[in-house]
């Protein structure tokens, strides 16, 4: 199983940047994905999450109305927009996903993560 990620970068604050993740698991539809992030001496957080279902999504407050996750099952890929960014979004950005059932859209824990892609802003 393999989470691949890419789209960081270095931007300006204010401006948006999309992260990408491919993803090797099948069937990718039953399971539920993530966007994880983690800045140097602080606690890996949970950025955004979206069900097997791309209805069921869910937001750090932090991010609420900035970011917006979503889901290609056909590329087997999950997205991250960021707009608005600041230099409180710079961290490393990590992919996640987990085996669910239809009823459990945001897992307690994730089985697989991807080796992130670093999101550097400048103020």
């Known amino acids: 199983v393999q989470l691949q990620a890419s789209g960081g970068g270095l931007v300006q604050a204010g401006g948006s940047l999309r992260l990408s993740c491919a993803a090797s698991?099948?069937?990718?539809?039953?399971?539920?994905l993530a966007w994880f992030r983690q800045a140097p001496g602080k606690e890996r957080e949970l950025v955004a999450a979206?069900?097997?279902?791309?209805?069921?999504?869910r937001y750090a407050d932090s991010v609420k109305g900035r970011f917006a996750i979503s889901r290609d099952n056909d590329k087997n890929a999950v997205y991250l927009q960021m707009n608005s960014l600041t230099p409180e979004d710079t961290a490393n950005y990590y992919c996640?996903?987990?085996?669910?059932?239809?009823?459990?859209?945001?897992?307690?824990?994730?089985?697989?993560w991807g080796q992130g892609t670093q999101v550097t802003v400048s103020s």
């Open positions: 979206i069900g097997r279902s791309s209805s069921s999504t």
């Open positions: 698991i099948r069937p990718f539809n039953r399971y539920a």
């Open positions: 996640a996903a987990a085996h669910v059932i239809l009823s459990n859209p945001f897992p307690r824990e994730y089985d697989y």
